[in-house]
Structures are given as structure tokens and as C-alpha cells.
Nanobody, 117 residues
Framework: QVPLVESGGGLAQAGGSLRLSCVAS????????LGWHRQVPGKQRELVAS???????YYADSVQGRFTISRDNDKQTVYLQMNNLKPEDTAMYYC???????????WGQGTQVTVSA
């Protein structure tokens, strides 16, 4: 069984919205920091947003005010609501878990987001 499974990616127009979901098969879900990262070919993977076990959130400057991360511990799911999408948001998006925002050690397989101008 795959520990982290993302869904919700796809094609959107600039200004549109998508919601990504990541379901975790992990008994420790509730005590883990959860994050969404993205990567485009030839560039480093970057942290887009994270949420701590207590609900504290972090956002990259590039998505602040447009993206919202949330978690549902009962469903063992983390979400990324992406609004006002821009072509530069086009990337493979990965969810990850770990003990802190700087220590992600379990990754999903990724879901592609493509934003057209």
C-alpha cells in the first residue's frame, strides 16, 4: 500500500482553481508536519506550503494569498486549494510528511498541474 497518494491535478486556465488532495496511510498522520512541494524540470523542488500538527501554516511568497493548505486528521488527508492560478504554477506537485517543515522524509508520487495562459 502506497503511503501517500495525491489527486486533483490537471489542466486549468489562468485565474482558475484546483484543489489537490493527498491521502496518507499512516497511523502517525496526526503528529506529522504535512507539506506540498512542486518541481519543474531542471529546477529544484520547492516547498509551496506546509501545516504543522497544531495547524500552523507556512506559504512560499509566490503563492501567499492564493493557495490554502489544510488538513483533516480524521480522514488522514491534506489539501491544497489553489486559486487565481498562474502559468508559473505549472509543475508536478508532491505531498510529503515529516517531523518538521525542514525534515520531510515520506513523499507521494506527484500529480501534474498545468495552467494555461
Amino acid at each position: 500500500q502506497v503511503p501517500l497518494v495525491e489527486s486533483g491535478g490537471g489542466l486549468a486556465q489562468a485565474g482558475g482553481s484546483l484543489r489537490l488532495s493527498c491521502v496518507a496511510s499512516a497511523y502517525w498522520f496526526g503528529i506529522a508536519t504535512l507539506g506540498w512541494h512542486r518541481q519543474v524540470p531542471g529546477k529544484q523542488r520547492e516547498l509551496v506550503a506546509s501545516v504543522s500538527p497544531g495547524g500552523s501554516t507556512y506559504y512560499a511568497d509566490s503563492v501567499q494569498g492564493r493557495f490554502t493548505i489544510s488538513r483533516d486528521n480524521d480522514k488522514q488527508t491534506v489539501y491544497l486549494q489553489m486559486n487565481n492560478l498562474k502559468p508559473e504554477d505549472t509543475a508536478m506537485y508532491y505531498c510529503a510528511t515529516g517531523p518538521s517543515r525542514s525534515q520531510f522524509n515520506l513523499w507521494g508520487q506527484g500529480t501534474q498541474v498545468t495552467v494555461s495562459a
